[in-house]
C-alpha cells in the first residue's frame, strides 16, 4: 500500500521559525539591511551634490572637501550593514555572497579615501578596477537578498531582486563601461553623460532595497 506524502507545514519550514521567533540573528539582520540603506542613500544624496557642485561655483571647495567625507561615512555604514547580515541562519545558505559585499563597500572606501586625500595619486586604471568591485559588491547584496527571501518562503518578492540586479547593471555597469570607453579614448563622453547614466541606478537601489526590508518584518 503507498504510504501518503506529507506536505510540509509552512509554519513549520525554519525560515518561518526564524521570522516569528525574532530571534538575536533576525534582529541583527534586520539592523544590518537598516545601516546598508542608510548608506546607499547617503552616497546617492553625496552624487547628487557631486554633480550639482561641480557646475556650481557656490561654496565648490567647501563641498569638494565634505563631500567625499560624507561618501566615506555611507560606506562605512553599508559595510557595517553587510557584517550584521552575516548573523543569518546558515541553512540560507547565502552567507558566502557577504564576502563578496564586503570586499565591493571596501573598494569603494579605498576610492573615497583617495578622493578625499588627493585624487591625483589614483591612477585612473585602479579608480575603475575599485568602481567594479564596488558595483558587482552591489549586484551581489541583492542577490544574497534573493536567497534570503526564498529562504523565508517570500519567492513573490524575488521579482523585485530581478529588477533590481537589471537596473544596477544597465545604469551602474553602464557608466563605467562608458568611463572605460572616455578612458581608452575611444569616444569623447562627457562626464556629466556618465553621471546621468549612473544616478537612476543608485536612485533605483534604496528604493527596492526599502520594499524588500519589508518581507523580513517578524511574523505575528
Same mark, same amino acid.
Given at each position: 500500500?503507498?504510504?501518503?506524502?506529507a506536505t510540509p507545514d509552512p509554519e513549520r519550514l525554519?525560515?518561518?521559525?526564524?521570522?516569528?521567533?525574532?530571534?538575536r540573528s533576525l534582529q541583527q539582520t534586520r539592523r544590518g539591511l537598516n545601516l546598508y540603506l542608510y548608506g546607499i542613500i547617503l552616497v546617492f544624496f553625496v552624487l547628487l551634490g557631486v554633480l550639482y557642485f561641480r557646475y556650481s561655483t557656490d561654496l565648490l571647495s567647501? &563641498?569638494?572637501?565634505? =563631500?567625499?567625507? +560624507?561618501? &566615506?561615512?555611507?560606506? =562605512?555604514?553599508? +559595510?557595517?550593514g553587510a557584517i550584521y547580515c552575516r548573523a543569518v541562519p546558515?541553512?540560507?545558505?547565502?552567507?558566502n555572497l557577504l564576502w563578496g559585499v564586503i570586499a565591493g563597500?571596501?573598494?569603494n572606501i579605498i576610492f573615497?579615501?583617495?578622493m578625499y586625500s588627493d585624487?591625483?595619486?589614483?591612477a585612473m586604471p585602479v579608480a575603475l578596477l575599485l568602481k567594479l568591485v564596488g558595483y558587482t559588491g552591489l549586484i551581489l547584496f541583492a542577490l544574497f537578498q534573493r536567497r534570503l527571501l526564498l529562504y523565508v518562503d517570500r519567492p513573490d518578492q524575488t521579482g523585485k531582486v530581478t529588477i533590481l540586479v537589471l537596473t544596477t547593471a544597465?545604469?551602474?555597469?553602464?557608466?563605467w563601461g562608458m568611463e572605460v570607453v572616455a578612458y581608452l579614448e575611444l569616444m569623447e563622453i562627457a562626464s556629466i553623460t556618465i553621471y546621468a547614466v549612473m544616478l537612476p541606478g543608485f536612485f533605483t537601489y534604496p528604493c527596492f532595497l526599502g520594499s524588500l526590508k519589508k518581507a523580513f518584518v517578524p511574523a505575528a
Open positions: 500500500m503507498r504510504e501518503s506524502v525554519p525560515g518561518h521559525q526564524w521570522l516569528r521567533e525574532n530571534s567647501f &563641498m569638494m572637501t565634505l =563631500l567625499p567625507i +560624507l561618501s &566615506m561615512t555611507g560606506n =562605512l555604514l553599508m +559595510l557595517a546558515a541553512e540560507a545558505d547565502c552567507r563597500v571596501c573598494a573615497s579615501g583617495f585624487p591625483s595619486l589614483m544597465l545604469f551602474l555597469l553602464g557608466s
